[in-house]
C-alpha cells in the first residue's frame, strides 16, 4: 500500500461529506418509500367495516415492528454506501480504518435522524393547522354557548335563583346542561338536592310522573358518569401509549445505530476487498 504524503494528509479531513450526503439521502429516501407502503397497508388493514375485529394490541405491534424494520433498513443501507464510497487514507492500521468508517456511518444515522424528525414536525404542524382552522370555525359557531357552559360561577347563580315555579323549557335545558357540566368537571355525581330539582323541572316540561321524571334524571345522571369515566380510561391510553411510542423510538434509534456503524463498516470491508456482487449488479 501507499502512502499519501504527511503534508496531504494534514491539510485533509478525515470526515468525507459527500459519502455522508449520499448515504443520508439514499436512507431517508428508502424510509420515506417504506413508510409510505406501510402507511397504505395499515390504513387498509385497519378498516373499520371490513375488520373490526382486529385487535389494536395486534396493530400497534404490527406498525412498531414495520417502524423499526424501516428505520434500521434505511439507516444500514446509507451507512454501507457511505462506507463503500468513503475515500480512505492509507495512514491507518485496518482497525483505525473500520473505527473511521463506523463513524462515517454514525453520521449518516445522525443526519436521517434529524432530518427524519423536522419531516415529522412538518406533518404534525401542518395537521395542526388543518384542525386549528377547523376549530376556528366550529368556535365562532359555538362560541355563545361554549361561554356559558364553561362559566364557572353559572352553575352557583342557578342555584341562587332557583324557583318552585315552571320554568322554561330553553331556560330549563340550559340549567340542566351546566349541573351536567358542573357535575363532570367535578367527581362526576349529581347532588341530591340538583337531582330533585332536576325531576321536578322534568316532570314540569314534560308532563312524566315524579318519580318518572325522577328516573330519568338518575339514568341520565349514570351516563354523564360513564361518559367522565371513559374520558378518564382514554386520556389515561393515550398517556400510556405516548409512554411507549417515546420508548420504542428511542429504542430503535439505538438499534438503527448500531446497525448503521456495522453497516458502514462492512462497506468499508468491501471497498478494500473490491467485493463485487456480480449476480445482482450486471451490466447488460
Known amino acids: 500500500m501507499i502512502e499519501e504524503p504527511a503534508t496531504h494528509r494534514d491539510q485533509s479531513s478525515y470526515v468525507d461529506w459527500p459519502a455522508i450526503i449520499a448515504g443520508i439521502v439514499l436512507a431517508t429516501a428508502i424510509s420515506l418509500v417504506l413508510i409510505s407502503f406501510g402507511s397504505a397497508v395499515g390504513l387498509n388493514f385497519i378498516d373499520l367495516n371490513d375488520r373490526g375485529g382486529v385487535s389494536p394490541i395486534f396493530v400497534g405491534i404490527a406498525a412498531a415492528s414495520w417502524f423499526l424494520w424501516v428505520q434500521i433498513s434505511s439507516f444500514m443501507a446509507g451507512s454501507y454506501l457511505t462506507g463503500r464510497l468513503r475515500r480512505r487514507y492509507f495512514d491507518a492500521t485496518e482497525d483505525e480504518s473500520d473505527l473511521r468508517d463506523g463513524a462515517h456511518g454514525l453520521l ?4 436521517s435522524a434529524i432530518i427524519g424528525a423536522i419531516i415529522a414536525v412538518g ?10 382552522g377547523a376549530a376556528a370555525t366550529v368556535t365562532t359557531a359555538a362560541s355563545n354557548v361554549a361561554s356559558d357552559a364553561v362559566d364557572p360561577n353559572a352553575y352557583f347563580i342557578d342555584t341562587l335563583f332557583r324557583s318552585t315555579q315552571p320554568v322554561e ?4 335545558r340550559d340549567e340542566a346542561g351546566r349541573i351536567f357540566v358542573q357535575a363532570a368537571l367535578g367527581d362526576g355525581t349529581v347532588s341530591a338536592d340538583d337531582r330533585t330539582y332536576l325531576a321536578n323541572v322534568v316532570a314540569a316540561n314534560t308532563g312524566l310522573s315524579q318519580a318518572d321524571a325522577q328516573a330519568r334524571v338518575d339514568t341520565v345522571a349514570a351516563n354523564v358518569e360513564k361518559a367522565r369515566q371513559d374520558a378518564i380510561e382514554a386520556a389515561r391510553i393515550a398517556r400510556n401509549v405516548s409512554i411507549i411510542g417515546a420508548f420504542l423510538i428511542a429504542a430503535s434509534l439505538l438499534v438503527s445505530a448500531i446497525g448503521a456503524f456495522w453497516a458502514a463498516q462492512k462497506g468499508g470491508n468491501h471497498r478494500d476487498e473490491n467485493t463485487v456482487f456480480a449476480d445482482v449488479f450486471r451490466r447488460f
Open 123 to 132: 406533518g404534525v404542524g401542518a395537521a395542526a393547522s388543518v384542525v386549528g
Open 108 to 111: 449518516v444515522w445522525g443526519g
Open 169 to 172: 323549557a330553553t331556560t330549563a
